[in-house]
């Protein structure tokens, strides 16, 4: 059985690739559409798994909780 910081945790470690596409898609995009209209930007995809874990962690753990 799984405790529900377990569980947080897995929730966590699994969406953090799909919030990093998340963000490169939306940055490239941008990026994309600047080209069109003639300006080169540089971007950089400012993205902290660290810092993302925590927050996705206690967030889900939260949730969690409220049924478990």
Known sequence: MLTNEQRAHDLAI???E???DQEKTKLLSIAKNESKRGNDITVDINFDPYTEYQKLYN?????INKDF
Not at 59 to 63: A, Q, R, S, T
């Open 14 to 16: 699994a969406s953090l």
């Open 59 to 63: 967030l889900v753990l939260n949730e």
């Open 18 to 20: 799909i919030m990093y």
